[in-house]
């Protein structure tokens, strides 16, 4: 694959050595080079030169923390967490502006807005219902009544293609554009692998069996704090039991069928998952590697 998903280029380095360093961290806070992560709620702020814009650490509201994203080239890099709960603007509005971010800014984007979001929707220990404080630079939070600590949350989710004899299985939400197909998905349950949840969802949404799941690739997904695992699986046969509850519509389609998507033609049978999904890039990747 030539390109990756959005939010899967390098970042920072997250210096986590610093994170336990309250020296360290004073010192980091004190350098000239020390730089703030401007967002406006969740979104961020544009520069002039189309990416991330920086400020200085004095921009920051002192009624709230500061978390230290890591180091760039040896510089540090912070953003605000608030007290209040931070919005942004609807996501497909916001997709059309990370696609033309700088997929490295759009990396440290997703680190910064999935902890951004989780400080403001974790004020409270959920064992006890104490205060909690922000700790480890901004990467847990501790409960001031009863000393739990809680840590940032990501939440799995598998999203994969199933295969029957040269064509794939794709389904339509009801709340994606009209023609949109892409790849099923679902959350990883307690207590089950990435494997069991890919053969559980393709039965419950499609009603299919699958055998030899295979893990392609991964991606972080800060809406509000995802990690897809991409996976690809064979069916056993091609008689689909659609679960009108979480799926509008599912189908098979041929290889000539998504390279026409993918190519954005007028007449292919769907349009395709935006570049930055990385359903869009296990399509390309089961084209390219096709038997
Ligand atoms: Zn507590």
């Known amino acids: 694959m030539a390109i990756d998903p959005g939010f899967c280029a390098p970042g920072l380095d997250r210096a986590d050595a610093l994170r336990s360093d309250p020296d ?3 010192a980091a806070m004190m350098r000239p080079g020390a730089r703030l992560l401007r967002m406006s709620g969740l979104d961020p702020d544009i520069g ?3 990416g991330l814009s920086w400020g200085s650490l004095a921009e920051a509201d002192p009624e709230g923390d500061l978390l230290l994203l890591g180091l760039d080239d040896g510089a540090p890099r912070f953003a605000h967490v608030g007290h209040v709960l931070a919005q942004g603007q609807p996501i497909p509005l916001l997709w059309q502006a990370l696609a033309v971010l700088p997929e490295r800014d759009a990396a440290i984007y997703a680190s910064a ?3 951004v979001d989780w400080h403001a929707r974790h004020l409270f220990c959920a064992r006890c219902g104490g205060d909690t404080r922000i700790e480890k630079a901004g990467w847990s939070r501790r409960c001031t009544q009863c000393s739990a600590e809680h840590f940032p949350r990501t939440d799995p989710v598998v999203i994969m ?6 064509r794939v299985l794709l389904g339509r939400q009801p709340q994606f554009p009209p023609r949109r197909l892409s790849a099923l998905a679902g959350f990883v349950e307690p207590g089950e692998t990435v494997e069991g949840a890919v053969a559980r969802e393709l039965y419950e949404e499609a009603g299919i069996r699958v055998h030899d799941i295979r893990y392609i690739k991964s991606q972080p ?9 991409g996976c690809f699986a064979q069916a056993e046969n091609d008689v689909l039991t659609i679960d009108t509850t979480e799926l509008e519509d599912a189908q098979w389609i041929n290889a000539a069928g ?3 998507a993918m190519a954005g033609e007028d007449a292919a049978p769907f349009i395709a998952p935006p570049r930055l999904a990385i359903a869009h890039h296990l399509l390309e990747h089961w084209l390219e590697t096709r038997g």
Request: glycine share 12%; aromatic share 8%; proline share 7%.
């Open 221 to 229: 997904w800060p809406f509000p704090s995802s990690l897809m695992i």
């Open 113 to 115: 807005r999935s902890l």
């Open 258 to 260: 998504v390279r026409a």
């Open 161 to 166: 293609l199933a295969e029957h004899e040269g």
């Open 24 to 26: 360290g961290l004073r």
């Open 48 to 50: 002039e030169d189309g």
